[in-house]
């Protein structure tokens, strides 16, 4: 059976990762937070300290579907430099030269597909992934058809309050699937996560051999092995880490991301 993920790279750290009995570690950081050498350095020790894929936010001047923590990693990206397209080129450019994990770019349809960034970062071989939070399926669908050829996955959004045949829908022709943990903006502090393993379930049904990530709510090392228990193959943490950026934790944050892999390594049963 043919494997659903295009991109090699991802395909590699999800194997390896199982075969260390382990599951996905994917962590998010805003692209030039708060400049672009600063973040370069993070991203480097947080890979050491076990992230297993870079999710990079691409900055944005309306990041609509982000709480207060992210927003404000937005502003300071633009204020550091990050405020023109060949900038955040150049960053990424630096980015893959120095990493060899996977690096997913997250960002809005307006700057990145709207922009025609998407091409441009394809083109280069910048990254393995997109993820587009506020494109519809169909706008997904369209997309992965024209990267397909470059082995560049686009991740899936799929969440609880969907029926089951959106689910499927979904499912049908993706690779990779990134399950919201709850409705609502990004680092809610009062957002509860859902039933996931029940979700989980439904995916892998229509997606047995896709790569089912979970997110959202994830800001403890527990939230993090409650989503790996419920059957995930990863987990992706952004708020948590992003808060620590804000106030130049770097301790505190490598320590969170160290105990967040621990998670993914004693509870992973896949």
């Not at 944005?60 to 955040?88: C, V």
């Not at 700057?111 to 939070?133: F, M, N, Q, R, T």
């Not at 689910?167 to 680092?187: E, F, K, P």
Request: with cysteine; charged share 25%.
């Amino acid at each position: 059976m043919s494997h659903p993920i295009l991109n090699p790279r991802n395909l590699e750290a999800w194997q390896a990762a199982k075969e260390r009995g382990e599951a996905l570690l994917i962590g998010y950081l805003i692209a030039g937070d708060p400049n672009a050498e600063e973040a370069l350095d993070v991203m480097q020790e947080i890979v050491e300290a076990g992230i297993d894929i870079i999710e990079l936010g691409i900055p944005s001047r309306e990041p609509k579907l982000d709480g207060p923590i992210i927003q404000r990693g937005h502003g300071r990206a633009f204020a550091g430099g990050m405020d023109t397209e060949e900038a955040l080129l150049a960053h990424c450019r630096q980015i893959r030269e120095r990493l060899s994990v996977p690096i997913w770019a997250m960002g809005y349809k307006a700057d990145v597909v709207g922009s025609g960034l998407y091409l441009k970062l394809v083109a280069e071989g910048l990254i393995d992934a997109l993820v587009l939070p506020d494109c519809s399926l169909e706008d997904m669908v369209q997309v992965q058809q024209e990267v397909a050829g470059a082995e560049v996955d686009v991740v899936r959004f799929a969440n609880g309050g969907m029926d089951d045949e959106t689910l499927v829908r979904v499912c049908d022709g993706a690779g990779i699937i990134y399950a919201m943990s709850y409705a609502g903006t990004t680092g809610d502090p009062m957002a509860n996560v859902t039933d996931l393993s029940g979700l989980c379930a439904k995916l892998r049904a229509s997606l047995p051999d896709g790569m089912l990530v979970s997110g959202f709510g994830l800001r403890t090392p527990e939230k993090v092995g409650q989503a790996i228990t419920s059957g995930f193959d990863g987990a992706v943490v952004g708020s948590a880490l992003v808060a620590r950026r804000e106030n130049d934790e770097k301790d505190s944050l490598y320590r969170l991301v160290a105990e967040m892999k621990m998670e993914t390594m004693t509870t992973h049963e896949g």
